[in-house]
RNA sequence: GGGCAAUUAGCUCAGUUGGUUAGAGCACUACCUUGACAUGGUAGGGGUCACUGGUUCGAGUCCAGUAUUGCCCACCA
């Protein structure tokens, strides 16, 4: 017996370890059919399960169900990133909490402690995942970091630098003085600033060149917040259009102080509106003067120290100066010098250390890059061809425009956890730089060819040094889709499993993650790595700001999971997610969910019990789709709800099929939720009862089976959705053996053409009992607006339209009267007139007795007031019909529609008229 | 500043290629503790679809403009 109470987390706590330990996750290109393949999005091995982690993984796991349950050879690939900064953070943490640097350990005995972390650790995540009952094959869990990613790695860098499409050079990355280290740009906070805004001239070359205390003349007026960079200027720029200054563009000007003569250029990046609309460009020492150094050819002269002093390219006058200390002694310079012109205040952005808050400074230095315009440019047609999808298309868009203006990546870091850059730089006996560099996938190869290089087979190890950087977190994961089936090996599983078929996240990644993944794909694979590129929304608060932690607005999954269960949030972030756009998320969401399963356990409950008193009554007759042909026979004596039922029931298989196909994961859970609820509990549960109140066995016995067979195909089109509850209860109700899960069970289909010819599944029977509850639900209507309690029976009076439906309505007379509370139903043809004195019409078809029930005066107020509603409409039904224009080109059907709908008003206004007169 | 979206009931959102009197959930109101379910049932109220124009027999849906909001990128020398 099934207890009253669904119990989530006992259904749970059994399920999921019985899909894991059974194989029911597991899939293998041996077992043939069509392949269906989904990488995750690895998510950070420090990371916890968050609501962005829910949605996204609810979707993948809701179409990989529902591909396994078609017979898919379905294969889920779980995993985690090594994530290098973050996760070296966190070790780095921890250290400091024994009083200790990474330093302290040194290089090795660090990594080997983050690995340490890693195992005691690294499992947090994963084992999240698992309560939210992904059906992930763990049995292939990868890290980005195991030993096959990097070997991929490895091999992917020796290639691409065989290629000459990695390289190194110069690059600017944000620099704290005080730490001695490189950050991201997520490490450097930026904080309003208010300061000085010096304007400086820059006399043109070849101008009459004043003397100190002098103005110039000739000059151009650059306006700058950092006057100690000058000595490392390299150009000045203006904007192209700006018209001021086009006559200056390709002269040269005087460095102040220095002396240097530098080139005025033009470029996009100035704002003709900001400051003079002249710029001085320092390419070694603010990122977008280096991105414009860059495009202009031009030098880049680094003028500090690593600590923020300056150094000797500063001028021998500034060499050995603080920043802020130079910053006075130039300013003063150039007020000494005549090139001052005056300063002004500004308020800014600074950007400060995370750690330490001393100011960040952009510092040059030597990094891998990876070029990128040769691997785009097949990722760019991979999705103009269409044969790799966005879906929603519009994310194309974003796509291409940052695939066509793509600037090659910068793939080193100066971390110590990830993959070392597989380069080796020789060194001579003494231990100076020999200056050659020996590319390969491991050392013992890059001794090889240092050997073969010098000509000295006696070369040892010892000789060669590793790059001490390591390479973008993002340079493992853009293998993932391929790297997690064994490339560089030619396994199997590659063959089979490659491409994958949907890719599923979230908006914000799809520059890091998509698009390399895209262009990796491409060039390693030779195809792209996924069919489809399914990007949704993110989850917001419910105040629809970001979610975080600090500010105390977030869910968490794993709460949500305790006090609704997983199924509820599952079914919730279905259903409240569009791909479209952010979803906003409150607690109150999840009842939906939880309200849901509460309902199908309950209506289970109904058929078990009822089963009860059916003798030999077995579900387990009804597992296959098939069984209620055999269990009805070759001429059933079906009723209409039941063929309504059965109807409804191939419309929702065929609903689910269509949405699921289309990404419309939304629609899915509606179609079903509707299904279920409205259609099997509130109509055809409620009919049912009737039939088993009657008492004939025969009768009972096929609603019986109709829901049974019904209800297990609505419980595994539930499923993808909400795989513990419907799995608890297929087990409960006796569908499936101990050994079988619903998760293999076949997704249902809607009935085949014999069984619709057998069953006299009909769209005529299907709109009578669409008619029929409506006219129960104006009767309930009926009941409702006039008080009429409910024990007091009442009588209606329908009017059929001719004797064929009437004769219909005659048969149906036990459930209308159920349905209905009446004591007796009166079918009459024609649309009738009034039945009696004193009752009320509505919809002209149901009549009740209304004696000493009725407000007279306010009755009249009600139906005039219905009249003139509809007069109103009447005259809106006839302007369209007179309208010549209308029926000659509206389609016939909507012509039609509108002609019914003439004869339908005036029969309700006449009513409705008489109706009046009755009132008055 | 560049790019991409959004604006429909009190709230969160659906509304497929333009076509009956625009839907759902939550919230709200009334009645119902009925033998599956009060995590429920029945019924009800609530919308000039942001605004202005245009195309069309017909616009929530297509086009242009305006307003507001959000996101991504670049962030101001």
Redesign the pocket.
Known sequence: MMD??YDAKAAEAQWYPFWENNGFFGASPDDGGKPYSVVIPPPNVTGILHMGHALNQTIQDVLVRWHRMRGDNTLWIPGTDHAGIATQNVVEKALRKEGKRRQDLGREKFVERVWEWKKQYGGTIVHQQRKLGNSTDWSRERFTFDEGCSRAVARVFTQLYDEGLVYKGNYIVNWCPRCGTALANDEVE?EPNHGG?WYVRYPVAGSAKGVAGESYKDYVMV????PETLPGDTAVAVNPKDDRYAHLVGKTVILPLAGREIPVISDD???RE???????ITPAH????FLVGKRHGLAEINIMTDDAHMNELAGAKYCGMDRWECRKAIVADLEAGGYLDHIEE?D??VGHCYRCHETVESRLSKQWFVKMAPLAKPAIEAVKSGETRFVPE?WS??YF?WMENIQDWCISRQLWWGHRIPAYMLKNPGGADDGRMFVAETPEAALEKARKATGNPALQMEALEQDPDVLDTWFSSWLWPFSTLGWPEKTKDLEYYYPTCDLVTA??II?FWVARMMMAGMHFMGRPPFKNIVIHGIVRA?D?S?MSKSKGNSLDPLELVEAYSADALRFSMAL?T?L?????VNK?KF??G??F???IW??A??ME?NAGKSEGFSFRAFRADSALAEALGPDPALSADDRHLLMAADRACEAMDAHLSRYRI??GA?AVYDFF?TQI??WY??YA?DVFNAGDAARSRTVLSVLASVYWRALRLLHPYMPFVTEEIAHKLGYLSAAESIMRAPFPRASGEAEKAAWKLSEDAFAYVEAKREM??AG??LR??Y?VP?SRAVAFEIAAADEAAAERLRADEGSLKSALRAESIAVSCGGGELAMPGTLVKLGTIYMPLDGLVDKAAELKRVTAELEKARG?LK??RAKLA?D??TA???AA?VD?QRR?ET??SAQIAKLEKLAKLFA
């Open positions: 009253k109470r930026h805004f306006a700058t917040t950092r990046y100035v704002d900001f400051g003079t609309g002249i710029v001085k603010d990122p977008n003067d500004i800014n952005q519009r868009k974003v425009n908006q914000d520059f419910a629809g970001k409240i569009s479209d756009c952010d979803t906003k109150e009842e939906i939880r309200n399963a509460t309902k309950n209506a409950r109904f019990m939304q629609d509606l609820w509990c509130d549960v409620e009862k129960i639900t309930r209507a409702a607006e008080r409910p409409f809106g039904v309208n224009n209308f080109h509206a389609p909507i529609d709908k339908e008003l």
